[in-house]
T-cell receptor, first 112, second 116 residues
Framework: DQQVKQNSPSLSVQEGRISILNCDYTNSMFDYFLWYKKYPAEGPTFLISISSIKDKNEDGRFTVFLNKSAKHLSLHIVPSQPGDSAVYFCAASPFSYGKLTFGQGTILTVHP | DSGVTQTPKHLITATGQRVTLRCSPRSGDLSVYWYQQSLDQGLQFLIQYYNGEERAKGNILERFSAQQFPDLHSELNLSSLELGDSALYFC???????????????FGEGSWLTVV
């Protein structure tokens, strides 16, 4: 049962344009959502998070939007840079602690 | 560098054997998490310890066990290894046991386990 889904396995974007990565979830108990970036042979690196009491959180070039009614979140990267090329995972947590449920990841490629 | 240290980085072992993966959390972090990443399953939560006590359990097999020691380092023990246990095992740490208040978990670089 895939509770967190990233339906796009890959995304290709031109440098300077906007990258939009999408994530859907099914578990209404999820309370906290995170995005991680992962380069090959490295561990996931935290990017940005959002609590279910908010619908938007911004940090520099990264903005995460949460639509609770649609059980959907997205990560916007503006402007995209070649160094952003990596695998992006969304993850969700229940209301208290413990388990992070990850999506399958989206490979982002930013072309110069 | 996340500050989370995992050893060994690579390990090749035979079926039926037992291995121990070690994790040193970031300085001051009380929570340690173990995740398994395999090609077909993605990142799967195994178990969390907080200040030496088991805090949450995920899809961890009975052949696997973990513990967190008084110095807060953790070990993941994998026994009776099968080919399907080949995966990248990540350790992560965080300061608290809750994701509220922006508590973020930081991942190590992982331990590659190959079972032949």
């Amino acid at each position: 049962d895939q509770q967190v889904k990233q339906n796009s396995p890959s995304l290709s974007v031109q440098e300077g344009r906007i990258s939009i990565l999408n994530c859907d979830y099914t578990n209404s108990m999820f309370d906290y959502f995170l995005w991680y970036k992962k380069y090959p042979a490295e561990g996931p690196t935290f990017l940005i998070s959002i609590s279910s009491i908010k619908d938007k959180n911004e940090d520099g070039r990264f903005t995460v939007f949460l639509n609770k009614s649609a059980k959907h979140l997205s990560l916007h990267i503006v402007p995209s840079q070649p160094g952003d090329s990596a695998v992006y995972f969304c993850a969700a947590s229940p209301f208290s602690y413990g388990k992070l449920t990850f999506g399958q990841g989206t490979i982002l490629t930013v072309h110069p | 560098d996340s500050g989370v240290t995992q050893t060994p980085k690579h390990l090749i072992t035979a079926t039926g054997q037992r291995v121990t993966l070690r994790c040193s959390p970031r300085s001051g972090d009380l929570s340690v998490y173990w995740y398994q990443q395999s090609l077909d399953q993605g990142l799967q939560f195994l178990i969390q310890y907080y200040n030496g006590e088991e805090r949450a359990k995920g899809n961890i097999l009975e052949r696997f066990s973990a513990q967190q020691f008084p110095d807060l380092h953790s070990e993941l023990n994998l026994s009776s290894l099968e080919l399907g246990d080949s995966a990248l095992y990540f350790c992560a740490s965080s300061g608290r046991d809750s994701y509220r208040s922006g508590n973020t978990i930081y991942f190590g670089e992982g331990s590659w386990l190959t079972v032949v």
